[in-house]
T-cell receptor
Framework: DTGVSQNPRHKITKRGQNVTFRCDPISEHNRLYWYRQTLGQGPEFLTYFQNEAQLEKSRLLSDRFSAERPKGSFSTLEIQRTEQGDSAMYLC????????????FGQGTRLTVV | RKEVEQDPGPFNVPEGATVAFNCTYSNSASQSFFWYRQDCRKEPKLLMSVYSSGNEDGRFTAQLNRASQYISLLIRDSKLSDSATYLC????????????FGGGTRLMVKP
């Protein structure tokens, strides 16, 4: 499968624990995006990378959230000291650098904080 | 005001009906536009890109109106399988090059 891959697909964690999600983009894509989506809402932008550089971060990305993309390949999104409000679907997408190209999404990681 | 806005619906239509959705964007630096379909608890999947000249793919037609800053999606001869949430995605090329989604429009096609 050469699409965008996200792991894990589901994560249940206790409040206060740290969690890390991984995204493997389509191999030739140099842009990688993270979104958060809650039920009934559209995906909300969190951050994006061009190669290994993190070019923009949303104000939604509090200091408990950090994302990395070492070597410009896979990316990780870490949430520290999780809160119940962090429960959501976390979506990763990748695209080519050209603005005319579409983004392709992974199947998402569904986080439940109990 | 959100940068990209959609009527959340739901739009309840009978099979065979024609239905249209709009998506408005506020940032005039927006340069490229897409429609995605999202089924319940699944990831968004590209439905079609939106070109300045408009484009058609079978029963689906997408159009862009730069002057009024909106894009539209028209679905003809609706099928039960068209029931989903339709998301517009706007790519802003100025500083940031963010891909910003609208909140989605829910379509329910009834027999």
């Amino acid at each position: 499968d050469t699409g965008v891959s996200q792991n894990p697909r589901h994560k249940i964690t206790k409040r206060g624990q740290n969690v890390t999600f991984r995204c493997d983009p389509i191999s030739e894509h140099n842009r990688l995006y993270w979104y958060r989506q809650t039920l009934g809402q559209g995906p909300e932008f969190l951050t994006y990378f061009q190669n290994e550089a993190q070019l923009e971060k949303s104000r939604l990305l509090s200091d408990r959230f950090s994302a990395e993309r070492p070597k410009g390949s896979f990316s990780t999104l870490e949430i520290q000291r999780t809160e119940q409000g962090d429960s959501a679907m976390y979506l990763c997408a990748s695209s080519l650098a050209s603005g005319y190209t579409e983004a392709f999404f992974g199947q998402g990681t569904r986080l439940t904080v109990v | 005001r959100k940068e990209v806005e959609q009527d959340p619906g739901p739009f309840n239509v009978p099979e065979g009906a024609t239905v249209a959705f709009n998506c408005t964007y506020s940032n005039s630096a927006s340069q490229s536009f897409f429609w995605y379909r999202q089924d319940c608890r699944k990831e968004p999947k590209l439905l079609m890109s939106v070109y300045s000249s408009g484009n058609e793919d079978g029963r689906f037609t997408a159009q862009l109106n730069r002057a009024s800053q909106y894009i539209s999606l028209l679905i003809r001869d609706s099928k039960l399988s068209d029931s989903a949430t339709y998301l517009c995605l706007v790519n802003r090329w100025n500083a940031g090059n963010m891909l910003t989604f609208g909140g989605g429009t829910r379509l329910m096609v009834k027999p």
